[in-house]
Structure formats: C-alpha cells, structure tokens
C-alpha cells in the first residue's frame, strides 16, 4: 500500500495563477481531507469528504475548491493564487470520521510557494 | 481556537521515558483525545487515541485523567528519531483542530 499520495511535492507559482494539488489514497478509505500548515502553526481544516460526490468546508475554505468523483481522489483547486496560499498543504484520508475514533492518514505534503 | 493547551517544547535524554501533557479542560462526553506526532518535513503520524480509559500501542502510552480534563502521552524510552512536534487533539464528529503542539527535543 502507497497510502496517501499527493503530487506534486513542491510548487511555485505566481500570483494570480492556479493550479491543482492533486491527492491519492488506496486504502479504500470514504473519508478524505484537505489541511494547509503555515510555518511554526498546526495544521488547519481547508475541506473534507465524506464520499464520492460530497464535500464540504473546514475551517478555511475561501480561495480554494475540491472535488470527489471517485473514492481514491481528492483534487484541490487553486483559482486565484495569492500570497497568502503561500504554505505546505497535507491531504488526509480515514475509514469514517463520525464516531471520532478514527486516526487519519496524511500524505507528506505539497510545499507551495507564491510570488 | 484549538481546544487543548500544550507545553511549546520538552526536553528528553535518550532511553529516559518522556511524559507529554496536555489539558483539555472543556472537553465533552464525546471527544476522543488524540495524538499526532510530524517529523521534520513529514506530515503528522498518528500515535494513539483513547475516550475514557488508558491505552497502550507500540508506539506509546496514552493517560487520560478520571474527570477526561487532562491527559499524559508516554513515550516509555525515547530514541532520536522521536524528536518532532507532538499534536494533542480532541476529536468529536465533524472537527479535529491542531494546535500549535509540543516540539520534543531528544539529547543524546
């Protein structure tokens, strides 16, 4: 098993382009997350899944968009890059998230850069 | 916003037990308390979790108070390659914040 896998690892770009960060998992897990880091923080809730078709916001969603078509992928959506984007973003992947119990597996990160 | 509070960083001797705090005084009937771990230029790495009673896995041991406000990660011989940010979180269904962590240093 690869386990989570997000490409590419590391990315600059330049303000006002957009791009895709792009998210794996093959361990058949329904629920799958987006966080962005930002130097010396913890990691914060951009979006979630909860399955194929259905997402919804975390903690900070503004500048960004996803999509889950399928179980193993969950793309996510820069539009309008801006400064402020500038970070290390972590996808994420668990079994079921209701009960709570459930651990997540994180990929090793996208380092995105904007200038 | 995150709902725990950490010490920001501990010191270790290698091959000495490590007691990681946390407290979590607002803490409801059903948030499970968890724990990550992040290396260096890695993502998190989940280490344990637990609800009401203490816990143990490979990697540690999880200690959770009797009134659930607080609670001990257990490292019982620290090795080098534990030195990393040390995330406590309490999960319930739809949130899981991280907060700034514990940065474990591990002295030879």
């Known amino acids: 098993n690869a386990g989570v896998t997000q490409t590419p690892k590391f990315r600059i770009l330049k303000i006002g382009q957009s791009m895709t960060l792009q998210c794996a998992q093959d361990m058949n897990h329904n629920y799958m997350y987006w966080y962005r880091q930002d130097p010396g923080m913890g990691l914060k809730l951009i979006y979630y899944s909860v399955g194929a078709g259905i997402t919804d916001k975390g903690e900070v969603p503004n500048g960004y968009n996803v999509s889950r078509s399928t179980t193993e992928d969950f793309p996510l959506r820069l539009e309008l890059a801006a400064p402020s984007q500038t970070s290390v973003y972590f996808c994420a992947s668990s079994h079921q998230w209701g009960q709570g119990g459930e651990p997540q597996h994180f990929g090793d990160g996208t380092r995105l850069s904007i200038l | 916003d995150a709902k725990t509070t950490q010490p920001n960083s501990m010191e270790s001797n290698e091959e000495e037990p490590v007691h990681l705090p946390c407290n979590h005084s607002?803490?409801?009937?059903?948030?499970?308390i968890h724990w990550y771990r992040q290396l260096p230029s890695q993502g998190p790495e989940y280490v344990i979790h637990?609800?009401?009673s203490n816990v143990n896995n490979r990697m540690a041991s999880l200690a959770i108070a009797e009134d659930r406000k607080s609670s001990t990660l257990i490292l019982h011989r620290a090795t080098l390659r534990d030195a990393a940010v040390y995330y406590c979180?309490?999960?319930?269904?739809?949130?899981?914040?991280f907060g700034a962590g514990t940065r474990l240093t591990v002295k030879p």
């Open positions: 607002t803490i409801s009937g059903t948030d499970y």
């Open positions: 979180i309490l999960r319930d269904v739809n949130d899981m914040r």
């Open positions: 637990g609800l009401t």
